[in-house]
């Protein structure tokens, strides 16, 4: 099987995709909640695939629409107007 550099991505660039902090990824990985990865020598890489197969499945395990009343970080940039 040959494998492509751009199909090894980094926790830097797995972040990039997941639009979250390169640390949030490393607690995945400490928790063992994230994408599979595996280390080459000191580097922790992820398969590309890997990466998207886990977002699938992340957005398959949503049971309920987030809602402002499910989850209020959702809001964002919405004004807090009363």
Same mark, same amino acid.
């Given at each position: 099987m040959m494998v492509h550099d751009s199909d090894l991505l980094t926790s830097a660039e797995v972040a990039q995709i997941t639009r979250?902090? $390169?640390s949030t990824v490393r607690y995945w990985r400490y928790l063992g909640t994230g994408p599979s990865c595996? !280390?080459?020598?000191? !580097?922790?890489?992820? =398969? !590309? =695939? $890997?990466v998207h197969s886990?977002? #699938?499945l992340k957005e398959a395990d949503v049971s309920e629409p987030l809602? $402002?009343?499910t989850d209020r970080r959702c809001k964002g #940039? $919405?004004?807090n107007s009363t």
């Open positions: 979250v902090p $390169e595996f !280390r080459v020598g000191k !580097r922790v890489l992820y =398969r !590309r =695939r $890997e886990w977002i #699938a809602t $402002e009343t #940039a $919405e004004s």
